[in-house]
Protein backbone atom coordinates (compact mmCIF):
# COMPACT_ATOMS: atom_id res chain seq x y z
CA UNK A 1 0.00 0.00 0.00
CA UNK A 2 0.88 3.26 -0.62
CA UNK A 3 0.54 6.17 2.23
CA UNK A 4 0.76 9.58 0.74
CA UNK A 5 1.24 11.93 3.16
CA UNK A 6 4.63 10.63 3.45
CA UNK A 7 5.26 12.70 0.44
CA UNK A 8 3.83 15.76 1.13
CA UNK A 9 7.15 17.92 1.27
CA UNK A 10 8.32 16.38 -1.84
CA UNK A 11 5.18 16.73 -4.02
CA UNK A 12 4.30 19.95 -2.83
CA UNK A 13 4.20 21.86 -6.03
CA UNK A 14 2.20 19.03 -7.75
CA UNK A 15 2.22 18.30 -11.51
CA UNK A 16 1.02 20.51 -13.70
CA UNK A 17 -1.73 18.43 -15.87
CA UNK A 18 -3.64 21.32 -17.75
CA UNK A 19 -7.72 20.67 -18.03
CA UNK A 20 -7.55 21.30 -21.81
CA UNK A 21 -7.52 18.50 -24.59
CA UNK A 22 -3.44 18.37 -25.09
CA UNK A 23 -1.75 17.95 -28.57
CA UNK A 24 1.24 17.10 -28.51
CA UNK A 25 2.55 16.27 -25.00
CA UNK A 26 5.86 18.39 -24.34
CA UNK A 27 7.90 16.78 -21.36
CA UNK A 28 10.17 19.56 -19.29
CA UNK A 29 13.53 19.67 -17.96
CA UNK A 30 11.47 19.05 -14.18
CA UNK A 31 10.34 16.01 -14.30
CA UNK A 32 7.05 16.77 -11.93
CA UNK A 33 5.86 19.09 -14.56
CA UNK A 34 4.21 18.60 -17.79
CA UNK A 35 4.50 21.35 -20.66
CA UNK A 36 1.73 21.16 -23.57
CA UNK A 37 0.22 23.02 -26.32
CA UNK A 38 -3.76 23.31 -25.69
CA UNK A 39 -5.73 23.00 -29.03
CA UNK A 40 -9.23 22.99 -27.52
CA UNK A 41 -11.19 22.70 -24.33
CA UNK A 42 -13.33 20.01 -23.60
CA UNK A 43 -16.49 20.29 -21.23
CA UNK A 44 -18.15 17.20 -19.89
CA UNK A 45 -21.30 17.99 -18.19
CA UNK A 46 -24.86 16.97 -17.34
CA UNK A 47 -27.93 18.66 -17.78
CA UNK A 48 -31.40 18.10 -15.23
CA UNK A 49 -34.17 19.66 -15.02
CA UNK A 50 -35.65 21.11 -11.78
CA UNK A 51 -37.22 17.59 -10.51
CA UNK A 52 -33.48 16.24 -11.25
CA UNK A 53 -34.33 14.08 -14.33
CA UNK A 54 -31.81 13.58 -16.77
CA UNK A 55 -32.26 15.80 -20.21
CA UNK A 56 -30.62 13.99 -22.60
CA UNK A 57 -32.14 15.04 -26.13
CA UNK A 58 -30.12 18.95 -26.12
CA UNK A 59 -28.08 19.55 -29.15
CA UNK A 60 -25.13 21.52 -30.36
CA UNK A 61 -27.30 24.45 -30.65
CA UNK A 62 -28.82 24.55 -27.65
CA UNK A 63 -25.71 25.62 -26.04
CA UNK A 64 -23.56 28.49 -25.73
CA UNK A 65 -20.92 28.25 -23.70
CA UNK A 66 -19.09 32.47 -22.76
CA UNK A 67 -15.56 32.96 -21.87
CA UNK A 68 -13.94 36.60 -20.45
CA UNK A 69 -17.23 38.33 -21.66
CA UNK A 70 -17.07 36.34 -25.12
CA UNK A 71 -19.53 34.25 -27.12
CA UNK A 72 -16.72 31.07 -27.88
CA UNK A 73 -17.50 29.07 -31.23
CA UNK A 74 -18.32 24.97 -30.61
CA UNK A 75 -15.94 22.85 -32.27
CA UNK A 76 -17.36 19.49 -31.49
CA UNK A 77 -20.62 18.53 -29.67
CA UNK A 78 -21.71 15.18 -28.55
CA UNK A 79 -24.13 13.00 -25.70
CA UNK A 80 -21.60 10.59 -24.15
CA UNK A 81 -23.13 7.81 -22.56
CA UNK A 82 -20.58 4.95 -21.80
CA UNK A 83 -17.10 6.80 -21.49
CA UNK A 84 -14.65 4.58 -20.29
CA UNK A 85 -14.46 5.55 -16.40
CA UNK A 86 -11.31 6.20 -13.94
CA UNK A 87 -13.09 6.58 -10.41
CA UNK A 88 -11.83 7.18 -7.06
CA UNK A 89 -12.94 5.67 -4.15
CA UNK A 90 -12.09 7.75 -1.05
CA UNK A 91 -13.41 7.21 2.07
CA UNK A 92 -12.91 8.43 5.27
CA UNK A 93 -11.60 5.77 7.72
CA UNK A 94 -11.01 8.15 11.13
CA UNK A 95 -13.23 7.85 14.08
CA UNK A 96 -16.12 10.25 13.12
CA UNK A 97 -17.23 7.68 10.69
CA UNK A 98 -17.33 4.51 12.60
CA UNK A 99 -21.09 4.29 14.08
CA UNK A 100 -21.61 4.05 10.24
CA UNK A 101 -18.61 2.30 8.31
CA UNK A 102 -20.08 -1.19 7.69
CA UNK A 103 -23.12 0.50 6.00
CA UNK A 104 -20.81 2.06 3.57
CA UNK A 105 -18.50 0.10 2.92
CA UNK A 106 -22.05 -1.76 2.04
CA UNK A 107 -22.83 0.67 -0.26
CA UNK A 108 -19.61 1.79 -1.72
CA UNK A 109 -18.98 -2.19 -2.79
CA UNK A 110 -23.35 -2.17 -4.36
CA UNK A 111 -21.81 1.01 -6.13
CA UNK A 112 -18.74 -0.46 -7.09
CA UNK A 113 -20.43 -3.63 -8.87
CA UNK A 114 -23.50 -1.56 -10.93
CA UNK A 115 -21.11 1.17 -12.37
CA UNK A 116 -17.98 -0.58 -13.42
CA UNK A 117 -18.25 -2.32 -16.78
CA UNK A 118 -15.96 -5.12 -18.24
CA UNK A 119 -12.25 -3.99 -19.05
CA UNK A 120 -13.57 -0.34 -19.48
CA UNK A 121 -13.75 1.14 -16.62
CA UNK A 122 -11.11 1.23 -14.03
CA UNK A 123 -11.77 1.66 -10.27
CA UNK A 124 -9.19 2.71 -7.27
CA UNK A 125 -9.83 2.81 -3.04
CA UNK A 126 -7.98 5.66 -1.31
CA UNK A 127 -8.48 5.71 2.51
CA UNK A 128 -7.83 8.59 5.09
CA UNK A 129 -7.73 8.73 8.20
CA UNK A 130 -4.06 10.14 9.78
CA UNK A 131 -2.69 10.12 5.94
CA UNK A 132 -4.15 9.09 2.56
CA UNK A 133 -3.28 5.63 1.67
CA UNK A 134 -3.53 3.88 -1.48
CA UNK A 135 -5.34 1.07 -0.92
CA UNK A 136 -6.08 -0.49 -4.41
CA UNK A 137 -4.59 1.09 -7.51
CA UNK A 138 -6.79 1.95 -10.67
CA UNK A 139 -8.01 -1.92 -11.89
CA UNK A 140 -10.28 -3.34 -14.12
CA UNK A 141 -11.38 -6.28 -11.53
CA UNK A 142 -14.11 -4.97 -9.67
CA UNK A 143 -13.40 -7.86 -6.74
CA UNK A 144 -10.23 -6.60 -6.36
CA UNK A 145 -11.78 -3.21 -5.94
CA UNK A 146 -14.57 -4.47 -3.18
CA UNK A 147 -12.43 -6.39 -1.10
CA UNK A 148 -10.09 -3.61 -0.71
CA UNK A 149 -13.32 -1.92 0.79
CA UNK A 150 -14.44 -4.60 2.98
CA UNK A 151 -10.91 -4.67 4.30
CA UNK A 152 -10.88 -1.15 5.81
CA UNK A 153 -11.08 -0.38 9.34
CA UNK A 154 -12.00 2.68 10.92
CA UNK A 155 -9.37 5.22 13.30
CA UNK A 156 -7.78 8.00 13.67
CA UNK A 157 -7.70 11.68 12.24
CA UNK A 158 -9.07 13.30 8.32
CA UNK A 159 -6.54 14.15 5.40
CA UNK A 160 -9.40 14.61 2.82
CA UNK A 161 -7.14 17.13 0.69
CA UNK A 162 -3.98 15.05 0.95
CA UNK A 163 -6.66 11.97 -0.35
CA UNK A 164 -7.98 13.88 -3.45
CA UNK A 165 -4.29 15.92 -4.11
CA UNK A 166 -2.62 12.89 -4.43
CA UNK A 167 -5.48 10.80 -6.26
CA UNK A 168 -5.98 13.23 -9.06
CA UNK A 169 -2.30 14.27 -9.54
CA UNK A 170 -0.78 10.81 -9.05
CA UNK A 171 -3.59 8.20 -10.74
CA UNK A 172 -6.65 9.92 -12.31
CA UNK A 173 -4.74 12.26 -14.81
CA UNK A 174 -2.36 9.36 -16.14
CA UNK A 175 -4.75 8.24 -19.14
CA UNK A 176 -4.89 10.36 -22.08
CA UNK A 177 -6.37 11.87 -24.05
CA UNK A 178 -8.60 13.53 -21.61
CA UNK A 179 -11.48 13.88 -22.92
CA UNK A 180 -12.01 9.92 -24.11
CA UNK A 181 -12.40 9.28 -20.29
CA UNK A 182 -14.88 10.20 -17.37
CA UNK A 183 -12.84 11.48 -14.34
CA UNK A 184 -14.75 10.63 -10.80
CA UNK A 185 -14.06 11.23 -7.11
CA UNK A 186 -16.54 9.88 -5.07
CA UNK A 187 -15.93 11.13 -1.64
CA UNK A 188 -17.58 9.04 1.26
CA UNK A 189 -16.90 11.67 4.05
CA UNK A 190 -18.21 14.17 7.08
CA UNK A 191 -15.82 16.56 5.55
CA UNK A 192 -13.76 17.68 8.29
CA UNK A 193 -10.34 17.72 7.41
CA UNK A 194 -7.81 17.84 10.42
CA UNK A 195 -4.58 16.58 9.73
CA UNK A 196 -3.81 17.35 5.39
CA UNK A 197 -0.76 18.95 4.59
CA UNK A 198 -2.31 20.69 1.38
CA UNK A 199 -4.67 23.21 1.81
CA UNK A 200 -8.60 22.98 0.13
CA UNK A 201 -7.88 25.25 -2.43
CA UNK A 202 -4.83 23.49 -3.25
CA UNK A 203 -6.52 20.21 -3.51
CA UNK A 204 -9.50 22.06 -5.58
CA UNK A 205 -6.98 23.16 -8.38
CA UNK A 206 -5.55 19.24 -9.12
CA UNK A 207 -8.99 18.02 -9.22
CA UNK A 208 -9.53 21.12 -12.01
CA UNK A 209 -6.11 20.32 -13.50
CA UNK A 210 -6.97 16.35 -13.75
CA UNK A 211 -10.39 17.59 -15.16
CA UNK A 212 -12.10 15.04 -12.27
CA UNK A 213 -15.94 15.67 -11.23
CA UNK A 214 -16.14 15.31 -7.40
CA UNK A 215 -19.69 13.94 -6.37
CA UNK A 216 -19.25 13.32 -1.73
CA UNK A 217 -21.63 11.88 0.35
CA UNK A 218 -21.46 13.29 3.68
CA UNK A 219 -21.42 10.83 6.51
CA UNK A 220 -22.88 13.49 8.93
CA UNK A 221 -25.98 12.61 11.22
CA UNK A 222 -26.46 15.86 13.23
CA UNK A 223 -29.33 16.79 10.42
CA UNK A 224 -27.67 19.90 10.76
CA UNK A 225 -25.22 21.22 8.02
CA UNK A 226 -21.76 21.34 9.30
CA UNK A 227 -19.00 23.00 8.10
CA UNK A 228 -17.65 20.04 6.25
CA UNK A 229 -20.78 19.63 4.75
CA UNK A 230 -19.82 22.79 3.28
CA UNK A 231 -16.48 22.00 2.12
CA UNK A 232 -17.99 18.50 0.27
CA UNK A 233 -20.38 21.24 -0.98
CA UNK A 234 -17.34 23.30 -2.57
CA UNK A 235 -15.47 20.67 -3.96
CA UNK A 236 -19.08 19.24 -5.56
CA UNK A 237 -19.68 22.60 -6.77
CA UNK A 238 -16.12 23.64 -8.29
CA UNK A 239 -15.73 20.35 -10.40
CA UNK A 240 -19.04 19.89 -11.99
CA UNK A 241 -19.82 17.65 -9.60
CA UNK A 242 -23.02 16.73 -6.63
CA UNK A 243 -22.96 16.89 -3.20
CA UNK A 244 -25.48 14.25 -1.44
CA UNK A 245 -26.84 14.32 2.47
CA UNK A 246 -28.50 11.44 3.21
CA UNK A 247 -30.97 11.57 6.55
CA UNK A 248 -29.91 7.88 7.31
CA UNK A 249 -27.71 5.16 6.36
CA UNK A 250 -30.22 4.00 4.02
CA UNK A 251 -30.41 6.75 2.22
CA UNK A 252 -26.92 6.05 0.93
CA UNK A 253 -28.06 3.18 -1.67
CA UNK A 254 -30.40 5.97 -3.37
CA UNK A 255 -27.05 8.33 -3.24
CA UNK A 256 -24.91 6.00 -4.78
CA UNK A 257 -27.51 4.56 -7.77
CA UNK A 258 -27.94 8.50 -8.55
CA UNK A 259 -23.93 8.62 -8.81
CA UNK A 260 -23.79 5.87 -11.22
CA UNK A 261 -27.00 7.36 -13.61
CA UNK A 262 -25.09 10.60 -13.42
CA UNK A 263 -21.60 9.04 -14.75
CA UNK A 264 -23.96 7.40 -17.56
CA UNK A 265 -25.70 10.47 -18.75
CA UNK A 266 -23.16 13.15 -20.40
CA UNK A 267 -22.78 15.69 -23.26
CA UNK A 268 -18.96 17.08 -24.10
CA UNK A 269 -18.10 20.02 -25.61
CA UNK A 270 -14.98 20.90 -27.01
CA UNK A 271 -13.82 24.11 -28.05
CA UNK A 272 -10.88 26.57 -28.97
CA UNK A 273 -10.72 29.41 -26.97
CA UNK A 274 -10.46 32.71 -28.26
CA UNK A 275 -8.38 34.81 -27.40
CA UNK A 276 -5.93 31.71 -26.58
CA UNK A 277 -3.59 32.26 -23.68
CA UNK A 278 -0.82 30.47 -22.08
CA UNK A 279 -0.70 31.87 -18.87
CA UNK A 280 -0.87 29.19 -16.41
CA UNK A 281 -3.48 30.56 -14.95
CA UNK A 282 -7.14 29.67 -14.32
CA UNK A 283 -9.72 30.98 -16.64
CA UNK A 284 -13.73 31.07 -15.76
CA UNK A 285 -16.30 30.18 -18.41
CA UNK A 286 -19.89 29.63 -18.22
CA UNK A 287 -22.05 27.05 -20.10
CA UNK A 288 -26.14 27.22 -20.29
CA UNK A 289 -28.62 26.17 -22.41
CA UNK A 290 -29.99 28.62 -24.27
CA UNK A 291 -33.19 29.97 -23.49
CA UNK A 292 -34.49 27.29 -21.06
CA UNK A 293 -33.69 28.70 -17.47
CA UNK A 294 -35.40 25.77 -16.01
CA UNK A 295 -32.47 23.46 -17.19
CA UNK A 296 -29.45 22.87 -14.64
CA UNK A 297 -25.97 22.41 -16.29
CA UNK A 298 -23.17 20.42 -14.23
CA UNK A 299 -20.21 21.50 -15.31
CA UNK A 300 -17.02 22.89 -13.87
CA UNK A 301 -16.91 26.47 -14.05
CA UNK A 302 -13.74 26.91 -15.66
CA UNK A 303 -10.25 25.37 -17.09
CA UNK A 304 -6.57 26.13 -16.31
CA UNK A 305 -4.84 27.18 -19.02
CA UNK A 306 -0.87 25.91 -19.36
CA UNK A 307 1.85 27.98 -18.93
CA UNK A 308 3.56 28.20 -21.92
Not at 113 to 119: A, I, K, L, P, R
Not at 132 to 154: F, G, H, M, Q
Request: aromatic share 10%; hydrophobic share 40%; with cysteine.
Amino acid sequence: MQVWATLAAVGALGAAVCAAQQTPVIESADPTRITVDVLRVNMLFTVMDKKGRFVTDLNKEDFEIVENKRPQTIQEFSAETDLPLRIGMLIDTSNSVRDRFKFEQQAATEFIHSVMNGSRDKAMVVSFSDAAELVSDLVEDPAKVVKSINDLRPGGGTALYDAIFYACRDKLSVDQPKYKFRRAIIILSDGDDNLSHYTRDQALEMAQKAEVAIYAISTNTTHDESEGDKVLRYFAKETGGQAYFPFKVEDLEQDFANIANVLRHQYIILYRPNPLLTDGLFHPLTLRVKGQKGLIVYVRPGYYAPKM
